[in-house]
């Protein structure tokens, strides 16, 4: 697929059909992330993923759907707190595989007298691009799911993740179900967005 048509094509999908990924194809995948620009050219990365569906299975247990009262969505946010709120935990649950990016804290992210805290962090969100546009070109359905509240201790504690590994978010594969939902986009464009040489 050519690079501007993947561009295009990404979108987060939540519902997956019941399918395995071949393993050349996910070793795709994570090879294209692990080409991102890192901070330092440290690399600071260790990619926990998840093939086994009993494995998954228990992930999704420590994901908590968010409650949603919208019945009727009037702006594209409000179209996807409606998909994507319920389905927080039956989206890893449905997945066929599940990439954990964890990296090196060696920096606090509250640090902000250089912003270092926030090199690892950024890196580790470049990284998780490059997976999301390598699984679009793979013709794969994609999504993050950000953890929240108890969900990283609970996650480190199933995984058996050693101190001082600070994760992001949780990438999640899979092909995508022929009824997956898709919320409207955001009309972004370099016409309405791009401001140039001054705001």
């Not at 620009?37 to 569906?53: A, F, G, Y």
């Not at 250089?114 to 070109?137: F, K, Q, R, S």
């Amino acid at each position: 697929m050519e690079f501007y048509e993947v561009v295009n094509r990404r979108r987060s999908i939540r519902q997956f059909e019941e399918r395995e990924i071949p393993r050349e194809v996910l070793e795709r995948i994570l090879d294209a992330g692990l080409k991102a620009p890192s901070s330092n050219h440290q690399r600071r990365w260790e990619l926990v993923t998840l093939t086994d569906k009993a494995m998954i299975k228990e992930l999704a247990k420590l994901i908590r759907p968010y409650p949603c009262r919208i019945q009727e969505p009037k702006t594209p946010q409000q179209e996807m707190f409606k998909i994507a709120y319920p389905r927080q935990s039956s989206m890893v649950e449905e997945s066929a595989c599940v990439i954990l990016p964890y990296f090196k804290q060696k920096y606090p992210m509250t640090e902000d007298k250089n912003g270092y805290g926030l090199m690892d962090y950024g890196a580790t969100w470049a990284l998780v691009e490059n997976i999301l546009l390598a699984a679009t070109a793979e013709e794969l359905g994609s999504v993050v799911h950000i953890p929240v509240k108890k969900e990283p201790e609970k996650i480190k504690e199933l995984l058996h993740i050693p101190d001082g590994w600070y994760l992001p978010t949780l990438v999640i594969l899979g092909y995508a179900s022929p009824d997956a939902k898709v919320p409207s986009q955001v009309n972004a464009t370099v016409e309405n967005k791009v401001r140039w040489n001054q705001w």
